[in-house]
T-cell receptor, first 114, second 114 residues
Framework: EAGVVQSPRYKIIEKKQPVAFWCNPI?????LYWYRQNLGQGPELLIR????????DSQLPKDRFSAERLKGVDSTLKIQPAELGDSAVYLC????????????FGQGTRLTVV | AQSVTQLGSHVSVSEGALVLLRCNYS??????LFWYVQYPNQGLQLLLK??????LVKGINGFEAEFKKSETSFHLTKPSAHMSDAAEYFC????????????FGTGTRLTIIP
């Protein structure tokens, strides 16, 4: 069974440019998370989806970040415009549903903003 | 709101020695607790989880953790360290009964000395 797939693995962009990350969760997993992990820190939740509904986006900087999960499967996280402080690893994870406690993580996208 | 605190951002042990990584939690509801491992440039992999069953939880790669409610702790141990255990370890907590946000600690980097 394929795990959580993220692309791209690495991205380097200039500040003020837009960038998008894509995540394909494990088949059948209804809950999807986007986390940001700064260097030397633990992951911090940006947004959590239950199917196509964003149920927790309190930590998402809505002035420049947006996310969508069309049809409750794949998800895209976008930053526009990117700032130097956005450099981090962006992790996607999925679990069967909100009551299932095991989240499976993708390998992440390492974003460098220069 | 629930949180976890990991004591010691860096831990070094000799190969074959005991590994002890500390985690204390704070939660207003009975928590579910997790240990994840992250190898360089990889996503997070679940080592073990506590979900209110047995207080001593055994995980993969010879790791185990004990839930101690009186000490609000969930420390990770391994009797004999192996070089392949060198990685970053994250403790995480999720509140059940409708508060399913998975919250991570800041991580502990484990170094194994040959």
């Amino acid at each position: 069974e394929a795990g959580v797939v993220q692309s791209p693995r690495y991205k380097i962009i200039e500040k003020k440019q837009p960038v998008a990350f894509w995540c394909n969760p494990i088949s059948g997993h209804n809950t999807l998370y986007w986390y940001r992990q700064n260097l030397g820190q633990g992951p911090e939740l940006l947004i959590r989806y239950e199917n196509e509904e964003a149920v927790d986006d309190s930590q998402l900087p809505k002035d420049r970040f947006s996310a969508e999960r069309l049809k409750g499967v794949d998800s895209t996280l976008k930053i526009q415009p990117a700032e130097l402080g956005d450099s981090a690893v962006y992790l996607c994870a999925s679990s069967l549903d909100r009551l299932n406690t095991e989240a499976f993580f993708g390998q992440g996208t390492r974003l460098t903003v220069v | 709101a629930q949180s976890v605190t990991q004591l010691g951002s860096h831990v070094s042990v000799s190969e074959g020695a005991l590994v002890l990584l500390r985690c204390n939690y704070s939660s207003s509801v009975p928590p579910y607790l997790f240990w994840y491992v992250q190898y360089p440039n990889q996503g997070l992999q679940l080592l073990l989880k506590y979900t209110s069953a047995a207080t001593l939880v055994k995980g993969i790669n010879g790791f185990e953790a004990e839930f101690k409610k009186s000490e609000t702790s969930f420390h990770l141990t391994k009797p004999s360290a192996h070089m392949s255990d060198a990685a970053e370890y994250f403790c995480a907590v999720i509140g059940n009964f409708g508060n399913e946000k998975l919250t991570f600690g800041t991580g502990t980097r484990l170094t194994i000395i040959p």
